[in-house]
Structure formats: C-alpha cells, structure tokens
C-alpha cells in the first residue's frame, strides 16, 4: 500500500470514528455540531496523531479516540474564532460559517459541546489499565495546549496584537501558540501513549513546533494569494511581515527541520514524513 | 465545629485553590477569568462536591481538583450564557457581566479557557495509581453532564423553548439539565471517587437530582419576587408555570426528597443535608 493510500484509509476511519461520536440527532445544536465537523476538513490533526501513535507502537484503535479529540478541539476553536465578536467571518470551507447556517447562539453551543466532547472521549477511551497513567498525561498535554498557554492565548494575541507593528518573535509565538499548540499535542499523544523516551518527546516536541510553524506559513501564503481577489482583514502573519519569497524560505526551513527532528528519532515514520513534506505544496487544498 | 463553620473552612480553601489554579499574568485574559470566578460565588457546587466525598471517605486533598473543576465549568457557563448572542445580560452578582467589563471577545476565550482548565486540571489530580479507573469515571461523570445531554443541551432548551406553551415535563427536563446537571456531577464525583456501590451511586443521583431541582426552583422564587422591580426578559421558570405558592411546595418537595435519598443511603451526611436543606430559604443571598 501507497503511503498516500495508508493516509487516505486512516482518514476514513476518522471520518467513521467521528460520525459515532456526533450523534446526528435532528436538534439544531447536533445538526451544527456535524456542520462544523463534516464541512471537509483535511483531518491534519487525527492524521498526525494516528501516525505517531503507530510510530511508538500505538495500534489504530487505541489511539483514535485522542485523534479524534483533536480535530474536535480544531473544528471547536474555528467555530468560536468565526464568531462576529472575534474574526466575524462569513464563509468557511466553501460554506456559510456555522454561525450564519444556525445563529449565533447554537454556534457558541456547538463549539463548547465539541471542546466538551473531546475530553469525555479520551476519558471513555478504552484503554488497558496499566495505560491509565499515560492517559491522563496525554489527557495532561491535549488541556495544556488547548488552554490559555495555547491555542486560546494564541487566539487572544491574534485578536490584540496590532498586524502593523510585529516583530519575528512576536509572529512565532503567535503561530506557536494559536496552531502549533494542537499539532505539537496531536504528535505528541502518540508518543506518550506508546511510552516514548524523554528524548523522543523532546524531539516529537520539536517536529510539532516545525510543522505548525510551517503549516501557518504555508496557510498565510495561500491567503496572500487569494487576499487579492477577496480582501480580508489584515491579520497578522508571514507574508505581510517577511514577503513572499522568504515566507517560501522560512516554510522550507521549517520542513527541513521537523523532518531533520524525525530522522533523529531513529523511528520508522514514512507517514509523518509525508505529512510534513505534503506542506511545501502550497498550491490551494 | 459547627456544620456552618465547616462549610465555611471548605469554602475557603476551595478560595485558595482558585485562586491558585488561575494565576493573575496581567493579560485581560486571565484577568477576565478572575473576575468571573472570583465575583462573589456561593462555591455550592464545589462544596457539594467536598461534602459528598467526605462522606464516602475521601480526603479533601484528593477531592479538591475535581472540586475546583465543577465550579469552572460552572463559571464558562455563565459567561456564555451572558453573551450578547444568547441571553444578553448586562449584570451578573451585581456587577457588569464579563463581556461588559472585558469585551465579547476575550469574555468569550475565558469561558473557553475555564471549560478547558476544568478538563486539564482534573487530569492532573494527584491519585495513587490505582485510583486511576475511579478519575476516568469521574471525569466521564463531569464530561457528560456538562455536555450536549446535560448543560448545554439544557441552555439549548432554554433558547428555544417559548416559556408561553411549556409543560411540567418539559421544564423539569430544561432544569435538570441545565441547572441540575452540574449538579449531579458535583455529588456523584464523590461517591465515585469514593467507590460507592451502585445502589449508593443511584441515591446519590437522585439526591443530585433533587437538589438540583430545588435549586433552580429556589432561583425561580427569588427572582420573581425581584422581576417586579427590575423586568427581565421572560424565561421558561417555575414560578410563571405553577404560581408562587404551587412553586414553594415543590421546592419543599425537592428538598424533602433529597433528604430522603441521603437517609436511604445510612452514611454520615450532615454537611450534604444542611446543604440541601439551606435550599429552602428564600430570602436572597
């Protein structure tokens, strides 16, 4: 099998895993639930998630239940950032954004059932008992990086910090923090629950950071070429502060090095490899 | 001591442990947070939780986490519920609501943030290791009734039932998801951390039940007495459906109740019972 093949099974088997968990079950709140979830996401997340557990000997079905956690914690995160009182943003995916197909109301419940449902599913993930301990530090890493040191902090700087006036560190903490926090989470619970050395996680960790980095890079470069047709609000990011060309050249320096990450591990990982490099194509999804 | 100072002493401490959790950074984030969590909140929810802990033997260091996260959740809650999109109120404990205070934006990250805080710091209680299955429970317990079958679920109700057409059924489901919910958590984490057998756990549940039940009832009196002066919007309330007096028998009959589910259990319980029976004045606090 292709790894493309190996990648577009395990999307599938998300894509399963999350009808189960969305019970389409004709209320408002449940239908944007499954909206939000099913609007075509890529899956990035789950993806990196089930890839690393099977680097660290995680089988599939143990790991889907924490992969699937983080794409409930993207697909909630996008629905609150969407809102009129944060990025009011009015098309998603090619569709009205949740809150403009069910009101504003269902749309704040929707995400907040979603970011509540992520944590009950890894706590009703059926693991072992002796693997109790890795849950909860999985548990543990996903609350972190989700939280106000994350992906929340990293939105609350998205929404204060003046696009005019930013410096280099001030976009990458940004970006570390409002996308790299889930991506370095989704790779790095694969590794905690396959009982990865202190050394891995450390460079699991730095793949993570590198690959969010490159994966915003890379976003902000395909928006740069649409912004001319649209016109969206300017919002910090790489091309307005570095250019487009040595935008090019950060995100290919940061693939190098998450990939330079991987082959320090001395871990069979052709699969996040592939994810990884996937982000220099930044020809549109 | 007496009940009411012991109360008071867990009151405090759960006070100190807030105030721990939610560190002050000086970003309006954090400081959106505080606000709402430290504005003047009675801590039922934790309290019960303590309470009910000790009564199936365990320790208040061990029940603080899951103690602290009923009242975070019960704090995003409120936040969003506040929100302009939903039930747009402008004071809340006497003060201006957090998004008056802060902005819709940041009040809407720091629920976010307080529901994600919960999760993560349940995930960190320090148990022995063989309390590992009763933390998985207990935050299955938290994950549940927090989400779309309990709270959410219930403030859905509450926006889209029309408070002119509701039956008894459909009202007593709307509190006892949205208010009793949480409710049910907070007691039955106790019991479950505190491995009570199933016939305790179903008492145990159905004192939650009943207390929560006579809570929202209890909120019902108080704020119909207070609507003749202010004149808040019409919501679905016990008051409106049965009348004042119909109103305070079943109050009594909540709280009577409740009362009968604890002596059935035949465990010392005389801090969840002055916490039920505390239910029955309705003088404001």
């Known amino acids: 099998m292709t790894i493309e093949d190996k990648l577009k099974k395990k999307k599938q088997a998300v894509d399963r895993e999350l009808e189960r968990l969305i019970k389409k079950d004709e209320t408002p709140l449940s239908e944007a639930m499954w909206y939000a979830v099913f609007s075509g996401g890529k899956r990035y997340r789950p993806l990196l998630a089930l890839c690393s557990g099977e680097s660290f000997g995680v089988g599939q079905e143990m790991m889907m239940p924490f992969a699937c956690a983080t794409e409930l914690i993207h697909n909630y ?48 993930a059926p693991l072992e008992r002796e693997l109790g301990p890795r849950r909860e530090r999985a548990v543990q890493e996903v609350g972190f990086r989700a939280g106000i040191q994350g992906m929340i902090g990293g939105q609350h700087l998205d929404i204060t910090l003046s696009p005019d006036a930013l410096s280099e560190a001030q976009l990458e903490e940004l970006i570390l923090k409002k996308t790299g926090a889930l991506i370095i989470a989704s790779v790095k619970i694969g590794a905690i629950l396959g009982d990865a050395s202190s050394g891995q996680l450390e460079l699991v960790t730095a793949f993570g950071r590198n690959v969010g980095l490159a994966f915003q890079t890379r976003d902000d ?36 090095e998450a990939i330079q990450a991987l082959d320090d591990m001395s871990i069979e990982s ?16």
């Open 77 to 124: 995160s996008l629905i609150h950032d969407d809102l009129p009182c944060m990025d009011n943003d009015e098309m998603r995916r090619g569709q009205p954004t949740c809150h403009r197909a069910f009101g504003e109301d269902v749309a704040l419940l929707a995400g907040d059932a979603l970011l509540t449902l992520a944590f009950e599913i890894m706590a009703r």
């Open 221 to 256: 470069i395909i928006d740069s070429t649409e912004d001319q047709e649209t016109s969206s609000p300017a919002r910090p990011n790489s091309v307005s502060l570095f250019g487009y060309p040595e935008a090019k050249r950060r995100l290919e320096r940061f693939v190098g």
């Open 270 to 285: 052709d699969t996040l490899r592939y994810l990884a490099c996937g982000l220099l194509d930044v020809t549109k999804d």
